[in-house]
T-cell receptor
Framework: AQKITQTQPGMFVQEKEAVTLDCTYDTSDPSYGLFWYKQPSSGEMIFLIYQGSYDQQNATEGRYSLNFQKARKSANLVISASQLGDSAMYFCAMRVRGTGKLIFGQGTTLQVKP | DAGVIQSPRHEVTEMGQEVTLRCKPISGHDYLFWYRQTMMRGLELLIYFNNNVPIDDSGMPEDRFSAKMPNASFSTLKIQPSEPRDSAVYFC??????????FGSGTRLTVV
């Protein structure tokens, strides 16, 4: 069965510093996609970044990058130069190709300190 | 593109009443998903549709929950009768490709 694990319930980071949010996954399917979503206190789910299992390079989107280590089955999110507006809940998710399902980890709450 | 539209944004109802949540997916998206979010259980996939056909409803908690997608532009999630433990935020999401889902703003349901 597919599973996503986020082991950090809460994280603190100083403004302008970088932070890494951990995500490990479990699947026996060789083809899958990994996602990160941000959920601010207002509640909406905001897509941040995507990594395909066959992608050779780590995905990047502005200040967000995904540290993809396939052999270790980890897909950590790196946020560079943290901003106060980055304070939110962050979810790692996995989609198994061919099923349509997107399954989520439990989330990590990030607080950025001024 | 108006995004995924959910209604109502907030719903407060009494235990035992019927509740209907509505979703309009993004035009052209062929997948539609219903999720429930609670503090205790996180984000749970309840059911999803592909081309208006229910594919997997294994996440639907019990027979009190039902979902329909009569056409490509509309879906409902119904709870009857509602119970206090159904209180949660219900998200609808749609997708056309494998690369991302777009979520609606959610419906915050409170059953008293």
């Amino acid at each position: 069965a597919q599973k996503i694990t986020q082991t950090q319930p809460g994280m603190f980071v100083q403004e302008k510093e970088a932070v890494t949010l951990d995500c490990t996954y479990d699947t026996s399917d060789p083809s899958y996609g990994l996602f990160w979503y941000k959920q601010p206190s207002s509640g909406e789910m905001i897509f941040l970044i995507y990594q395909g299992s066959y992608d050779q390079q780590n995905a990047t989107e502005g200040r967000y990058s995904l540290n993809f280590q396939k052999a270790r089955k980890s897909a950590n999110l790196v946020i560079s130069a943290s901003q106060l507006g980055d304070s939110a809940m962050y979810f790692c998710a996995m989609r198994v190709r061919g099923t349509g399902k997107l399954i989520f980890g439990q989330g990590t709450t990030l607080q950025v300190k001024p | 593109d108006a995004g995924v539209i959910q209604s109502p944004r907030h719903e407060v109802t009494e235990m035992g009443q019927e509740v209907t949540l509505r979703c309009k997916p993004i035009s052209g998206h062929d997948y539609l998903f219903w999720y429930r979010q609670t503090m205790m259980r996180g984000l749970e996939l309840l059911i999803y549709f592909n081309n208006n056909v229910p594919i997997d409803d294994s996440g639907m908690p019990e027979d009190r929950f039902s979902a329909k997608m009569p056409n490509a532009s509309f879906s409902t999630l119904k709870i009857q009768p509602s119970e206090p433990r159904d209180s949660a935020v219900y998200f609808c999401a749609s997708s056309r490709t494998e690369y991302g889902y777009t979520f609606g703003s959610g419906t915050r349901l409170t059953v008293v």
